[in-house]
T-cell receptor, first 116, second 114 residues
Framework: AQKITQTQPGMFVQEKEAVTLDCTYD???????LFWYKQPSSGEMIFLIY??????QNATEGRYSLNFQKARKSANLVISASQLGDSAMYFC?????????????FGAGTTVTVRA | EAQVTQNPRYLITVTGKKLTVTCSQN?????MSWYRQDPGLGLRQIYY???????DKGDVPEGYKVSRKEKRNFPLILESPSPNQTSLYFC?????????????FGNGTRLTVT
């Protein structure tokens, strides 16, 4: 079964506007971590933000915030005040404590294009 | 500078010709892993290592080998590459046993097998 689902293959957003990228996850592990990564066209994977399953508050890092709704198993990324440099592919990922391999399970990604 | 270094960045080879992609990290991370990225599939784990001399298969290990003789190095070996191994490969590392420790990725190796 798919552990991470990103339903938006691609999105367009106007510069300076906010954009929300959807991510839902599937786990029976009570302890897990959720991550978002950015992959620009140059190819590298850049860590953006982390949310722990026991964290009471939504994570924020500069213009990035994570809308964590535990009961709905969703961890949407919000990018505020979009910039042209935000054009990239974005991946949601999860790490589970009970997983012996400590791997990150990734979604298929969402491509964001910021328009001037 | 803390980083994961993998080489080469680009590699074109022919079917059956053995190749090695190197990976090195300078953060003293116990955990290292290899992923491949294919369109529409996200990233999938090939192999991982919890520490020196400890390696195990990930989700898509067929056709790959790894070794972990030193903590900092984790090479990926393709003994007999085939066209279906054409992909973008990433090496990554993190502290072991901490779910809040993000994976730090290398810059990727784009492999083409003809």
């Amino acid at each position: 079964a798919q552990k991470i689902t990103q339903t938006q293959p691609g999105m367009f957003v106007q510069e300076k506007e906010a954009v929300t990228l959807d991510c839902t996850y599937d786990t029976s592990d009570p302890s897990y971590g959720l991550f978002w990564y950015k992959q620009p066209s140059s190819g590298e994977m850049i860590f953006l933000i982390y949310q722990g399953s026991y964290d009471q508050q939504n994570a924020t890092e500069g213009r990035y915030s994570l809308n964590f709704q535990k009961a709905r198993k969703s961890a949407n990324l919000v990018i505020s005040a979009s910039q042209l440099g935000d054009s990239a592919m974005y991946f949601c990922a999860m790490r589970e404590v009970l997983s012996n391999d400590y791997k990150l399970s990734f979604g298929a990604g969402t491509t964001v294009t910021v328009r001037a | 500078e803390a980083q994961v270094t993998q080489n080469p960045r680009y590699l074109i080879t022919v079917t059956g010709k053995k190749l090695t992609v190197t990976c090195s990290q300078n953060m003293n991370h116990e955990y290292m892993s290899w992923y491949r990225q294919d369109p529409g599939l996200g990233l999938r784990q090939i192999y991982y290592s919890m520490n020196v001399e400890v390696t195990d298969k990930g989700d898509v290990p067929e056709g790959y080998k790894v070794s972990r003789k030193e903590k900092r190095n984790f090479p990926l070996i393709l003994e007999s590459p085939s066209p279906n191994q054409t992909s973008l490969y990433f090496c990554a590392s993190s502290f072991e046993g901490k779910i809040n420790s993000p994976l730090h990725f290398g810059n990727g190796t784009r492999l083409t097998v003809t």
